[in-house]
Nanobody, 127 residues
Framework: QVQLAESGGGLVQAGGSLRLSCAAS????????MGWFRQAPGKEREFVAA????????VYAGSVKGRFTISGDTAKNTVYLQMNKLNSEDTAVYYCAAGSTWYRDYVPSRESEYGFWGQGTQVTVSS
């Protein structure tokens, strides 16, 4: 099993920045990819960003591309999400996810492709 612990959420004004962290523990050797998803009130959970550990390949949702940056520290089994130029539409609970399936030339971006999830951290952007 893999355990994920997010941190870094909070309240920020529109235009501000936050950095989320997600530390993985347990059977971390089985992780191939780590990603971030979010769920706004009344909406379904949606993909934000993900990276494939070994290749460093990264993908972003169109809504955050250019504003958010995902990065990782494999030595610490930690993935980060730097969020800049936040707006009210970014208000959501942000979830970290880890996937243990190997893919060739593909970074998973669907919920079903991730087997381990964190508890989530709230991000609230005030206008």
């Amino acid at each position: 099993q893999v355990q994920l612990a997010e941190s870094g959420g909070g309240l920020v004004q529109a235009g501000g920045s936050l950095r989320l962290s997600c530390a993985a523990s347990g059977r971390t050797f089985s992780i191939y990819a780590m990603g971030w998803f979010r769920q706004a009130p009344g909406k379904e959970r949606e993909f934000v960003a993900a990276m494939y550990w070994s290749a460093g390949t990264i993908v972003y949702a169109g809504s955050v591309k250019g504003r958010f940056t995902i990065s990782g520290d494999t030595a610490k089994n930690t993935v980060y999400l730097q969020m800049n130029k936040l707006n009210s539409e970014d208000t959501a609970v942000y979830y970290c996810a880890a996937g243990s399936t190997w893919y060739r030339d593909y970074v998973p971006s669907r919920e079903s492709e991730y087997g381990f999830w964190g508890q989530g951290t709230q991000v609230t952007v005030s206008s």
